[in-house]
């Protein structure tokens, strides 16, 4: 009797520590999200998206992340007014790799689209 409330306590303790440790998807996506935020503050991030999610090596959390970055308006005219006036969103692609164990992020990259 002794040993089976030991060992439910030794298992609900190992279940608290394991997912303290070990970061579901959606945990490691609202890190990447915030550090992403953080970091490109200055480019002013608009409309963050979840584009993919990859558990890499069952210990890195691969997110890409999409977001619209303003341009500047030109100045031009005619034709080339418009292409450009069709052209001031742009949508920019991040990889973040966030670490599953501890939970920081290892690097945010530039992913090319096309």
């Known amino acids: 009797m002794c040993f089976e409330k030991i060992f439910d306590l030794l298992l609900n303790v190992k279940n608290i520590i394991f997912k303290n440790i070990i970061m579901n998807a959606k945990e490691a996506i609202e890190i990447a999200k915030i550090?992403?935020?953080n970091i490109f503050e200055d480019a002013?991030?608009?409309e963050l998206r979840l584009e993919e999610i990859e558990l890499q090596h069952s210990?890195?959390?691969v997110i890409t992340l999409s977001y619209i970055q303003?341009?500047?308006?030109t100045e031009t005219v005619g034709l080339l007014a418009i292409a450009a006036a069709m052209n001031?969103?742009?949508?920019?692609?991040?990889?973040?790799?966030v670490n599953k164990s501890t939970g920081v992020v290892?690097?945010?990259k530039i992913r090319n689209n096309g």
């Open 88 to 97: 001031l969103h742009n949508r920019v692609f991040k990889v973040v790799t």
């Open 35 to 37: 550090e992403l935020l």
């Open 70 to 73: 303003d341009r500047a308006p």
């Open 106 to 108: 290892e690097s945010i």
């Open 59 to 61: 210990n890195k959390w």
């Open 44 to 46: 002013s991030p608009n």
